[in-house]
């Protein structure tokens, strides 16, 4: 399980990051879940911790415009796993994306210091709709 807890009405986590000369860094990331991607850094976090260079990605943000990022390739501590995830270059707070939250369940508490709870799903298990 990972646990954060909600500020500014901004659910946040604690993740490493590890780059590609095993140096670690811990971020704090906001949950997104409007971004399809897995992780955003500030490149001047993907510089310090030296991770590679993958590929350009257009995605388009929240306010409708296109823009094109670049993707490298890291490796996060995720429910006390190594997991390689792609890690789009942005000007922003850390963000985390829906990539990452894949096969796992997210409970918010919606309240300043309310608690965030991200917990792997078992497998073939799904949420089931009442309409």
Do not use: C
């Not at 009405?9 to 879940?33: C, F, H, M, P, Y």
């Not at 508490?109 to 792997?120: D, R």
């Amino acid at each position: 399980m990972i646990f954060g807890f909600v500020h500014n009405r901004e659910a946040i986590v604690q993740l490493a990051v590890i780059g590609d000369q095993q140096n670690k860094q811990g971020i704090r990331a906001v949950i997104d879940t409007g971004f399809t991607g897995s992780l955003t850094l500030p490149p001047t976090l993907i510089a310090d911790l030296e991770l590679t260079w993958f590929t350009q990605q257009e995605g388009f943000l929240g306010d409708g415009s296109r823009r094109t990022f670049d993707v490298y390739r890291g490796t996060v501590i995720w429910d006390g796993q190594l997991r390689v995830i792609e890690i789009n270059a942005s000007d922003t707070a850390p963000l985390v994306g829906m990539a990452l939250l894949e096969g796992f369940e997210l409970r918010v508490q919606a309240y300043e210091g309310g608690s965030v709870a991200i917990l792997p799903m078992a497998r073939g298990e799904s949420v089931g709709s009442t309409v």
